[in-house]
């Protein structure tokens, strides 16, 4: 959960987990709905499908009991090597360093580094294996990281109650704020697509699973048109209604681009041709990821004036 999202975000959705599934084999037993839906609003899904491929696979080939070196670690899904070396520190005391974005702008302004990154990724790992001690490298990893995100930050640090102020290259030389530098970003294409929202007689709502790969994997949706940055003519909606249109529109912004979705609404009691329906005792706006619930909390309205 703590891969590209903050304590912050992450606190409530932890100890849901942690007591909806307090083992990994209790994990592993979910249902893969439940699981997303518990996961709805943290963003990068993928995580989530993989969380619950991992509690699989360590519980069907490990006996529920993790691998305890990185070579292990990252054979299994969703283990990369900053989570293996976060793991192996952290839970097995193992020499290994830990590089992540507040150790990256602690070594950045340490050696002051001015090599924009993602390039100079390679030396301040070699600065961060350089200071990573033999012993109580998992209490010394998680130092640096809160280091990082509690005196050395982005904005504002506050370099006068840091340890390392005297060794400081970054601050030396008045550079320390300006670090770590980074390459230039590309400008977020903006893509667009017509999210579908169905009701029957009964108030049941049309929903569906995304496909498991792909962007929203695996969650539940409103039935969608492709989102593309030079739409091609929409496919058929979701059922032959009399679709209208939402007087808003949805923005969202996903990591790689922004996205804009028409809203269409509709009641009607025909068979779709895609998803199907939920009884609306049973529908959970907060089982949706974010986008979806937007497009929800827009759709809403437009049923409630009917």
């Known amino acids: 959960m703590l891969q590209q999202t903050t304590v912050a975000a992450v606190k409530d959705y932890f100890l849901k987990f942690t007591s909806l599934w307090p083992t990994v084999k209790a994990l ?13 609003g943290l963003g990068y899904y993928a995580r989530a499908r993989n969380l619950l491929k991992c509690a699989r ?11 305890q070196d990185r070579s292990g670690l990252e054979a299994l899904p969703g283990i990369g090597p900053y989570t293996s070396a976060a793991i192996s520190s952290i839970a097995y005391d193992l020499p290994e360093t830990v590089l992540d974005g507040n150790v990256e702008r602690v ?14 990724k390679p030396l301040l790992m070699e600065h961060a294996k350089a200071l990573t001690p033999q012993k109580r490298a998992g209490d010394y990893a998680q130092a640096v990281m809160d280091l990082g995100a509690t005196i050395c930050t982005p904005k504002k640090p506050a370099c006068g109650i840091c340890p390392w102020v005297s060794a400081c290259v970054g601050r030396e030389t008045g ?31 049309l929903l569906e ?18 989102w593309a940055e030079d739409p091609t003519p929409a496919p058929a909606p979701p059922a032959h209604s009399d679709w209208q249109t939402a007087e808003m529109e949805v923005r969202h912004t996903f990591t790689h681009f922004h996205l804009i979705l028409d809203v269409m609404t509709a009641f009607d009691d025909s068979e779709p041709n895609k998803g199907s329906f939920v009884p609306h005792s049973q529908f ?23």
């Open 107 to 120: 070594m950045a302004r340490l050696h002051a580094v001015e090599t924009p990154l993602p390039t100079s």
């Open 209 to 226: 699973t995304r496909p498991e790969s792909g962007l929203l994997g695996g969650m539940l949706a409103w039935p969608c048109t492709e």
């Open 28 to 40: 592993a037993a979910a249902e893969d709905a439940d699981v997303m839906a518990a996961w709805a």
């Open 175 to 205: 550079i320390a704020p300006e670090l770590p530098r980074k390459l230039p970003k590309k400008p977020k294409p903006t893509r667009r697509g017509t999210a579908y929202v169905l009701r029957n007689s009964a108030g049941d709502w």
């Open 284 to 306: 959970k706006p907060s089982d949706l990821p974010t986008v979806m619930r937007k497009v929800y909390d827009v759709a809403k309205h437009r049923f409630e004036m009917n």
């Open 57 to 67: 696979t360590v519980s069907d080939d490990f006996h529920g009991q993790f691998p």
